[in-house]
């Protein structure tokens, strides 16, 4: 198949400080949300993958169970959305490390 052109996709995005600085913003709104409001308010109108998140933020493993959904299944699928395809791909063979530190971050400024 010489002849074919190949279909170039560019070059994957990598996601900013400016964006996961957003992203931070935006769980902690929603992680305070549910302190505030409980989940029932929140569940039906995030998606099932932001509750999840949140419910990790939380560390609410009954909403995760509820979901059937790990600490380590949040952390991979998110790993993406924090350092790209190449980059999460990478933080999922060395143990999800950067990972699990930018969370621990998160959820030392959430507070208890």
């Not at 990598?14 to 989940?39: H, I, Y």
């Amino acid at each position: 198949m010489p002849d074919a052109n190949r279909i170039t996709w560019g070059k994957p995005r990598k996601p900013s400080d400016a964006d996961r600085a957003a992203l931070r913003a935006d769980l902690l709104a929603e992680a305070r949300a549910v302190r505030a409001d409980g989940w029932a308010a929140h569940r039906d109108t995030w998606p099932a993958g932001r509750v999840a998140v949140v419910a990790y933020l939380l560390g609410d493993t009954e909403m995760l169970t509820d979901l059937e959904e790990t600490d380590a299944t949040v952390l991979s699928r998110f790993a993406a959305d924090l350092f790209g395809f190449v980059g999460g791909r990478k933080d999922n063979e060395k143990g999800l490390v950067e990972t699990q530190s930018w969370f621990a971050a998160v959820r030392e400024e959430l507070g208890a």
